[in-house]
T-cell receptor, first 113, second 115 residues
C-alpha cells in the first residue's frame, strides 16, 4: 500500500512570496490533516478535512494560509505572503476516518529567507 | 489547558539495553494516545497506540504503559538497536467537541543508541 505522498520535498523562498504544497493521502482515507512542525517541536495541527469538508481549522492563520481538498482526495496548502516564522516542515497525514490512526507523509521543508 | 510534554529531551542508551521514554499529559479527558517515531528528514511513523480503557499494550519489542491516575504515558523498547535512534513523540487525542481526530503532540525525546 502506497503511503502519503507530498511534494515538493524542499522549498526555499523569500519573505512575502507565496508557496503551495501538495498532498496525496493513502487511497481510501477520508480524513486528511495538515500539520506544521517547527524545528525541535512536535507537529501542530493546522487544518483537518473530512472528505472535502473542513472539520477543524481553528489553528490555521487564515490571513495568510489557505487549504483546499476540492474532490475529497488530494489537498493543497498555500501560504501567501510567507513570513520568516513560517519556516518549518509541513506534514500531511491521513486516516480512514477521524479518531483512527494517522499516517504521515515525508513532509515539505520550507525555508523563508 | 491542553498540553503533552516529555520529561527528558534526550536519552542515550547502549545497544541491547532496554529504553524507557516518558510522557506526561494534562487533559484527563483524553481517550487515545499514540507513540510516533521520527527519523531525521522523515515524517512521524506510527509505533503503537493505546486507549484509555487499557493500562498496557504490547507490540513487537515495544510496550506502552498508561497510568491515568497520574496522567503518565511511557514507551518501553526492549533490546534497543541502532535503528531505534530517532525522536519519539507521544500524542493525545482530547476528544473534545468537534476536535475528533486532532492530535496534540509533545516536544519529543531524542533517543541515541550507542553501539
Amino acid at each position: 500500500e502506497a503511503g502519503v505522498a507530498q511534494s515538493p520535498r524542499y522549498k526555499i523562498i523569500e519573505k512575502r512570496q507565496s508557496v503551495a504544497f501538495w498532498c496525496n493521502p493513502i487511497s481510501g482515507h477520508a480524513t486528511l490533516y495538515w500539520y506544521q512542525q517547527i524545528l525541535g517541536q512536535g507537529p501542530k495541527l493546522l487544518i483537518q478535512f473530512q472528505n472535502n469538508g473542513v472539520v477543524d481549522d481553528s489553528q490555521l492563520p487564515k490571513d495568510r494560509f489557505s487549504a483546499e481538498r476540492l474532490k475529497g482526495v488530494d489537498s493543497t496548502l498555500k501560504i501567501q505572503p510567507a513570513k520568516l516564522e513560517d519556516s518549518a516542515v509541513y506534514l500531511c497525514a491521513s486516516s480512514l476516518l477521524d479518531l483512527e490512526t494517522q499516517y504521515f507523509g515525508p513532509g515539505t521543508r520550507l525555508l523563508v529567507l | 489547558g491542553e498540553s503533552v510534554g516529555l520529561h527528558l529531551p534526550t536519552l542515550s542508551v547502549q545497544e541491547g539495553d532496554n529504553s524507557i521514554i516518558n510522557c506526561a499529559y494534562s487533559n484527563s479527558a483524553s481517550d487515545y494516545f499514540i507513540w510516533y517515531k521520527q527519523e531525521s528528514g522523515k515524517g512521524p511513523q506510527f509505533i503503537i497506540d493505546i486507549r484509555s480503557n487499557m493500562d498496557k499494550r504490547q507490540g513487537q519489542r515495544v510496550t506502552v504503559l498508561l497510568n491515568k491516575t497520574v496522567k503518565h504515558l511511557s514507551l518501553q523498547i526492549a533490546a534497543t538497536q541502532p535503528g531505534d535512534s530517532a525522536v519519539y513523540f507521544c500524542a493525545e487525542n482530547p476528544l473534545l467537541g468537534n476536535q475528533g481526530g486532532k492530535l496534540i503532540f509533545g516536544q519529543g525525546t531524542e533517543l541515541s543508541v550507542k553501539p
